[in-house]
């Protein structure tokens, strides 16, 4: 059994910056790619970032430049912290991570950006 939690979200002000974190429980023994993807309202899933165990990163374009991802291994966590946020970066959040060849996803956290 795996659990996936995320925290972090919340409200914010356009320009504003939130840090996302997620954290993996369970018979864990070595988990791949982990990511953040998103969805809003109306839209579907799309990926934000991935980062690879070996710390390889990888960004959607519309989060280049803006948001971070970064990883703790010794902690099955992994970090999304995300600055000058946009009014349409407004989505839940949801944590991925693979391992044993299946994908695990967290319950999701909603980031709203507005003024």
């Known amino acids: 059994q795996v659990q996936v939690v995320e925290s972090g979200g919340g409200l914010v002000q356009p320009g504003g910056s939130l840090r996302l974190s997620c954290a993996a429980a369970g018979n864990i023994f070595s988990i791949g790619v982990m990511g953040w993807y998103r969805q809003a309202p109306g839209k579907q899933r799309e990926l934000v970032a991935t980062?690879?165990?070996?710390?390889?990163?990888t960004y959607a374009d519309s989060s280049k430049g803006r948001f971070t991802i970064s990883r703790d291994n010794a902690k099955n966590s992994v970090n999304l912290q995300m600055n000058s946020l946009k009014p349409e970066d407004t989505a839940i959040y949801y944590c991925?991570?693979?391992?044993?060849?299946?994908?695990?996803w967290g319950q999701g956290t909603q980031v709203t950006v507005s003024s």
């Open positions: 991925k991570l693979n391992l044993g060849g299946r994908g695990y």
């Open positions: 980062i690879t165990s070996g710390g390889r990163a």
